[in-house]
Nanobody
Framework: QVQLVESGGGLVQAGGSLRLSCAAS????????MGWFRQAPGKEREFVSA????????DYAGSVKGRFTISRDNAKNTVYLQMNSLKPEDTAVYYC??????????????????WGQGTHVTVSS
């Protein structure tokens, strides 16, 4: 069993930056693909970014590519999402997720086994 706890959300002006963190409990963190999804009010949950076991592969949604960077520190059981040049349309609840034994960088919610409680990100115009 893995528990995920996100932090780092908040209110920021357009053009600003935030860094989300996701701390994972449990064993074998380095064998989990990790991802970030987000859900805006009235919208479906959508893929944001994912990172492979070792961090050697990353993937991004087109809407955030070039602005967001995912990384992980397996020694600290933590994954990060650096968000720069934020836009009002980035406003959402951001969820960290872990896929046990998943290869590569999955982008579908069904590929993941564990989810955090979410952290709110609000970008004002």
């Amino acid at each position: 069993q893995v528990q995920l706890v996100e932090s780092g959300g908040g209110l920021v002006q357009a053009g600003g930056s935030l860094r989300l963190s996701c701390a994972a409990s449990g064993r074998a963190f380095s064998t989990y693909a990790m991802g970030w999804f987000r859900q805006a009010p009235g919208k479906e949950r959508e893929f944001v970014s994912a990172i492979s076991w070792t961090g050697g592969r990353t993937d991004y949604a087109g809407s955030v590519k070039g602005r967001f960077t995912i990384s992980r520190d397996n020694a600290k059981n933590t994954v990060y999402l650096q968000m720069n040049s934020l836009k009002p349309e980035d406003t959402a609840v951001y969820y960290c997720t872990a896929g046990r034994g998943r290869y590569g960088t999955p982008s579908r919610p069904d590929d993941y086994d564990y989810w955090g409680q979410g952290t709110h990100v609000t970008v004002s115009s």
